[in-house]
């Protein structure tokens, strides 16, 4: 175990599967107590058990990016079980194809999650940090939205998108409170949410591996060394930067 985050609190929502698990378990071996949230104990339970066999300090909480009462009481929770939080991956997301043609539930299903959910995150993770001496925020958009059209996923692209505005919005505000914010656009990644409802691993592979010029799909692990880097005191002078990690698609 690297000792890089050594005596850090790293809260990660969407902490339960695919990129949020990645990051979890990178930081964890790097030193860091780790909280996991989401909707799914028993994968939030999965990933805490993958962190305690490395050694790592871990805890889950059952939250729901939108409801604010949970992520206020998700915050607390996990500064007063650690003594702290010093880092925040935002990661909580849902798929959702469709435009136009949406109802007005599916819609408010995917904004609520994918971009309200990184403002009521950052909301009370600013407030408790500013309070505490600073720390770092990273949030997870997409190179969808801001770096790339696919009308299919029209609305996901656009709440990526401005999840994304408002990490740069938020980045030059609350900079000045020691609190440095940025965000992390991954391309097609290894997930399950990156699959059409049937599709296979190798199936989905195969389908987006000629629109990659990298030759393949990412992984969470790809994605997950970025936001270790962008959280590390390695990138303290990246200040509300949006990172594509997508093989070049996007190049």
């Not at 698990?21 to 939030?44: M, P």
């Not at 408010?108 to 600013?126: C, L, N, P, Q, Y």
């Not at 009308?151 to 609350?174: D, E, N, S």
């Amino acid at each position: 175990m690297s000792d890089r985050f050594a005596g850090k609190v790293v809260l990660i929502t969407g902490g339960g599967s695919g990129i949020g698990r990645a990051a979890a378990l990178a930081f964890g071996r790097e030193g860091a107590a780790v909280v996991v949230s989401g909707r799914d104990g028993g994968k939030l339970a999965g990933t805490v058990a993958e962190l305690e066999a490395v050694g790592a300090k871990a805890l889950a909480v059952r939250a729901d990016v939108r409801s604010d009462a949970d992520v206020a009481r998700l915050v607390e929770t996990a500064a007063t079980h650690f003594g702290g939080l010093d880092i925040a991956f935002n990661n909580a997301g849902v798929s959702g194809v469709g435009l136009l043609d949406l109802g007005e539930e599916e819609w408010a299903r995917i904004v609520d999650t994918v971009f309200a959910g990184v403002w009521r995150s950052m909301k009370h993770e600013v407030a408790y940090m500013r309070e505490h001496g600073g720390g770092v925020i990273v949030n997870n958009a997409s190179n969808v939205g801001l770096h790339t059209r696919m009308p299919i996923i029209g609305v996901y692209g656009a709440a990526k998108a401005a999840a994304a505005v408002l990490t740069r919005a938020a980045a030059r505000q609350h900079i000045a409170d020691g609190i440095r914010i940025n965000a992390v656009s991954p391309g097609p990644t290894a997930t399950e949410l990156s699959k059409a409802p049937g599709q296979t691993d190798e199936e989905r592979d195969a389908a987006y591996a000629p629109m990659i010029p990298r030759g393949r799909i990412g992984t969470p692990e790809e994605v997950a060394d970025v936001v270790l880097w962008l959280a590390s005191d390695q990138s303290a002078y990246v200040i509300g930067q949006d990172v594509v990690v997508d093989g070049g698609v996007t190049a």
